[in-house]
């Protein structure tokens, strides 16, 4: 048994991570830290895992963490960056969920996350964990960032066009929409049930974080820089993500064709059949992202509709697809379930 | 007191007429008919209606609709065209909630509707009731096309731009998402809570009725042929639409500025101070349209943000709107509550 | 015009008095303080308020409440007892929204609310403003207690019942169903939409503060002690309370007939027709109460089915509903709106 | 390997065995029956399915029934007695997730469902598969009917304090709340989303079919007939059951240790530590019973809470346990994930 570790083990993402390795045949958890919840059982905070984790949260402490063979960080941006060196200088491997080191521009991260980076010479170091781009890098990384939510519906719905160099990237367009989990466990008045529940609104217009990361990973796909606008906005739902994407193609080729190919191979990436419209619900608790090729009466505009499961594939189950391919093993374990629906 | 009629009182935009014309000082509700409902007391199916209306539903007779000043068709599309002759040759107005007389070019009608007109020889006399456009030839018609729920928020959104020529007409982008409402009060298995609850979708990408509705309107705005890519999305609420629309623009403006200048005596149009996102609660059992305009990082791309409640703006309140100014009464009689919010 | 002020404007009680204050002909409200939002312009935290109040939040004042009529306190328990009696000492009405002069028995408010009463001279001159019961001390009145959510609900479907002795009095169980707003607008893990969206619980079973307040209500009606199980569950909806209330009747009369006439007189009482299911969206956004009678299988248990808008007539409606008594204004005046349905 | 059949798949308990049954080990799904989709894959009306199960829906035909080792009736009430006596004559086991055979006493079985019953020779046969009371029966039958939801919440929440005879029997009270899965997946207006989100009502209060079913279980627990107060509501949410029950109990013993005691060896019955409020989120997608005792101010009124997954314990995961049970497999087989939560 793979002996982990969680840093930061009450928010969402580190919830999930919990579900999702309860079934996972290889993995012990080991340690899951939380400093405003030392001393008290999992369990007493997440009913669900009852009988499932019977150990309490406790204080972080890098030796206890240095024992294990991997940790996870469901922490708060810029917190694993302060503890990331010392593990790493131990034989650990790390997993980040957060965006410490999704970012390879200091000065584009320090300007979006509004704070010095704590470890610069990490990050040049670090894999960016989508699967689907990084696979190779990943076997070998001991340290991977683990991608934003948004940027994962939105790169793999994007990436087989960009790829192939057949669009306009000077004009790329991602309207984003991510139920109320993606805003994370925080005390706040904005996310109170009676302030977005049964409304819709968009959000960050001016600038989200996600649109450098969403960028970086385009340009590098396309082997040059890249023009997006990104929109998010607030579906009142607790978990998914719908990206609806533009792009205006400069060549006429069978794009379902070329979708099918690229995913091929891909365990959790599911291309539909010409004509579909996923459903957030499809993917529901599991690690897919559906999504299906349209061009509307036949124009010059490509419109990719690609959904994930915001808590797993956009955070804790890629991460055990990250942490399956950094181990050696199936890259699928503990990622089988059926979504839940209805 | 005018008498109205309302024709199709059993579904959505039937009853939200009714809640609407119960606060209306110069309205008085003569004849309220449905076929499957007829003899059954309005208030028997819409409890919220108890002590307003005592009425019962009665089936449609042409002589009893003549009797009015104005009849509403709250119907499915493709009935209001058999009535409209005959009550237009007597004294009486007619609003229709429904497509039948919205699109001027008979062949995109027959080619989106599926049906052959059975009065095209009243299409061209029918006046597309968006006030705001049209305020004058409402003031005159007879008969009125009320706008679609999508093409009144897209409309009205990407009306100042285009008006001015300032955006590049050859890729408008619309992208919309609607709360469940907008689906009527029909049985389906695709609308059941346990269908599009906690989930989120677009629909309609290959191509949806609304979109020669849309791009007619901002033809005639910009007096030439526009080109626009749309796609409506549902939402897991009941009511509100957001229109998030994307246009390159072609000269460097205030937008701001334009946009209120545009709208400043619009008693129904709302712009938010620069930097809002409008949220659908905020306008929801209202009339009005909230928009905000944006320009992501300073870039060539605008983006609007334009909120209405589908079944309000969206249908029967810009009806009753348009009832108003075709009777000479004051514009926003009957339409002057708060919205809902929380 | 009477001059009305409003304390602690920011909560959903003080957004649902302005929403109802802004229809009201009689009424201009010249005061809305918010200590954390002071200088900051209502519409700006509001904006369905846009264009109905362009008045800023400021500090509350006393000299400046002194000044209006009368003074609504929409303010967390424990506010209002501490600036009550100088308002009374002036001119000034004063109707709280909040529990400080509902319970008789001052032991027991301290009990239940955890602190010793500010104020204990004027609770018992204060009357508890369920105007079905004490409409004439009411219009007396210079200080009201706005009743509770769940015990308006609750009072009004039991009474009829408890006044004419008809019932066991130590039975009564009262299962009792709210939507979220009822916990007010403050920032709390427990209520973001992520907790409770899409779940359902009961809360606060060994003990809930509106518990006595009930007992109290029911007592007066009988003229003796009633024993009461009262559970409050959390409905993942925004507004509305359904109580199911079980009785075990000691006598056998037409209680449909009983209930119509006991309430014939009420403009905000609805009894329903036999056989009926009150729904709370027929009162969502009104100050109705809308109830049905069963007597399942013609057994000796009544089940009284009772709906109200928690923050209408569960709160600022009642509260209007009492300014208008305590004003000589006619009853209804600004509650004249047909409920949001869907 | 088991070869099962499904018969009605395309149903919400039939969706939700196939859930189940793709991650059981032991188990293969060789048929599901459709009469209106026959020739449809699977995965078409279900996308959650795609890549676990690739076979189409299928005329029902005994034939081929008959070749499994056990069938699934995800049918309508009244389909299983038409062909349940053809099946058990071959080699076949069944469970009936319907009510065909829950109700021994024919007449009421015949009183509550409206129709003759076709096979009363096979009803004193048949074992109520609640595994909790009848788990050594179980073990031994050929034909199963498996339990309602609304019973199957409602008798583990009372079963103790019944069996120990420690409550009066003439007055219990089960108020109980359903999401709105409940109802299944049939096209109808009254479980559309825009009439049954966002509102909460009782419905079924002069009589609902559960309550006949719950009373034999009671009666059977008490060995003596018990009188029960039955109302059922529905939440504005899709899957969960939460039973609130009351009763008076006439023993003074330490409640909270005699459920522990009583449920101890059962694995999914989850007694929650004394001053708990079980959620239904707790038990999404799982198997598990969850519950608490409270006796409020240490009254002689008990008040259980119990939810439940309507679709699983309440349905196809409770017909899985009994699966396990009937084929002598571990009891929790493909019954071990998680609950989806948030």
């Known amino acids: 048994m793979v002996k982990v570790g969680i840093v930061g ?9 919990l579900r999702l390795l309860a079934g996972h045949p ?27 984790f019977d150990i ?35 034989n650990c491997k790390v997993i980040d969920l957060a965006a410490d080191f999704r970012i390879k521009d200091l000065a584009v991260w320090e300007q979006w996350y509004g704070m010095p980076h704590a470890c610069p010479e990490r990050v040049a170091e670090a894999v960016y964990g989508l699967p689907e781009v990084n696979r190779q890098a990943i076997r070998q990384a001991r340290l991977v960032a683990n991608p934003g939510c948004y940027p994962t519906a939105t790169t793999l719905g994007f990436l087989p066009l960009v790829e192939a160099g057949l669009v306009n990237l000077t004009g790329l367009i991602a309207d984003c929409k991510s139920g109320v989990s993606g805003a994370g466990r925080g005390a706040s008045v904005g996310m109170l049930m009676g302030e977005v529940g049964e409304s819709f609104k968009a959000y960050g217009v001016p600038g989200h974080r996600h649109m450098p990361e969403i960028k970086q990973n385009l340009s590098v796909a396309a082997g040059q820089d890249v023009a997006l606008t990104f929109v998010a906005h607030l579906v009142p739902m607790i978990r998914g993500i719908h990206s609806t994407l533009y792009a205006t193609i400069t060549s006429d080729v069978d794009l379902q064709a070329m979708y099918e190919q ?45 959904v994930i499961d915001n808590l797993v594939k956009g955070a804790a189950g ?14 699928t374990l503990g990622l089988q379930a059926v979504a839940l629906l209805p």
């Open 262 to 306: 690229r995913y091929a191979n891909e365990p959790f990436v599911d291309v539909l059949p010409a004509g579909s419209h996923p459903e957030t619900r499809s993917v529901r608790g599991i690690n897919h992202c559906r999504m299906a090729i349209h061009r509307p009466q036949g124009g010059d505009t490509v419109v990719i509709l690609s």
């Open 318 to 331: 890629q991460a055990v697809q990250n942490m399956n391919i950094m181990l050696g093993l199936d890259e």
């Open 56 to 90: 309490p949260f406790t204080e972080p402490e890098l030796d206890q963490l240095k024992s294990c063979d991997l940790v996870f960080f469901a922490t708060p941006n810029g917190t694993a960056m302060k503890m990331v060196p010392e593990l790493l200088d131990g």
């Open 9 to 17: 083990g009450t928010g969402y993402t580190g919830v999930e991570l």
């Open 26 to 52: 290889e993995v012990d958890v080991a340690v899951i830290t939380s400093r405003a919840e030392a001393g008290r059982p999992v369990s007493d905070i997440y009913p669900n895992l009852r009988g499932h």
